[in-house]
């Protein structure tokens, strides 16, 4: 059943995830480029890592059991997402969403 605190996680996960081959792994990519530089933003990155481990961290472990991780660097930003995946992929695709590859770059038809 859809939430908004799903919901929320859903736009997230459709926005930046990134599925690859490993089941117990996926990433979420942050649009940092639109936040500026790393070097010019050291202070904003740790602002969003304390954001993602107060606030996305205990919503993943509570609805899918998945730890989360906050991860920078100059090439990017990104929340890594691990655990078991299959009810995350489950509901996701009840949405027509398939979990392989870069989510955003994808159509999803339903």
């Not at 990433?27 to 602002?47: D, N, Q």
Request: proline share 2%; with cysteine.
């Amino acid at each position: 059943m859809m939430n908004t605190d799903k919901a929320y996680l859903y736009g997230l996960i459709i926005g930046g995830g990134v599925f690859g081959n490993n089941e117990d792994t996926f990433r979420i990519e942050l649009p940092y480029k639109k936040w500026g530089s790393f070097a010019e933003s050291s202070s904003r990155v740790e602002e969003i890592q304390n954001d993602i481990m107060r606030y996305l961290s205990p919503l993943f472990r509570s609805i899918y059991g998945l730890s989360v991780s906050y991860q920078s660097s100059r090439s990017g930003w990104w929340i890594l997402c691990e655990g078991d995946t299959s009810s995350l992929i489950t509901d996701l695709s009840q949405y027509g969403i398939v979990c392989s590859g870069n989510l955003r770059t994808k159509r999803h038809a339903r």
